[in-house]
């Protein structure tokens, strides 16, 4: 059985670091993008079963990042989880057309929970 797949997209490095090491230990294959501007390319080249996208990520940010993706027939199925310190992340997230959402500073057990329930 080949790894799932996951696409982190946060500009924070520390953020990357731990969750990285926390999906690859956990069975993920992980890839790493500091900004959001080439979401598409990233998608296409990648092909991840799950993105994780920070609202506060350079370029293009989260919100027309992720609107970007869903626009598109071939990628939109590939579930996208919305993470934010903002307090209004659920309309955030709802605008953005995201499949769930987690707040900032999460709890590394409830992230890959939410992750777990759109990886099937």
């Known amino acids: 059985m080949s790894?799932?797949?996951i696409l982190i997209f946060d500009d924070d490095t520390i953020i990357l670091e731990?969750?990285?090491i926390i999906f690859e230990e956990g069975g993920y294959e992980v890839e790493i993008s500091e900004t959001s501007h080439d979401i598409i390319h990233k998608v296409s080249q990648f092909q991840p079963?799950?993105?994780l996208m920070d609202n506060w990520i350079p370029n293009i940010g989260g919100v027309e990042a992720t609107k970007l993706l869903k626009s598109h027939e071939e990628f939109k199925k590939i579930p996208v989880i919305y993470i934010t310190a903002n307090n209004?992340?659920?309309?955030?997230?709802?605008s953005a057309q995201a499949d769930d959402y987690i707040a900032k500073p999460?709890?590394?057990d409830d992230l890959e929970e939410k992750v777990a329930k759109h990886v099937k």
């Open 18 to 20: 731990v969750v990285t």
């Open 106 to 108: 999460f709890n590394l």
């Open 3 to 5: 790894k799932k797949k």
């Open 88 to 94: 209004d992340i659920s309309s955030l997230a709802a």
């Open 49 to 51: 079963d799950i993105i």
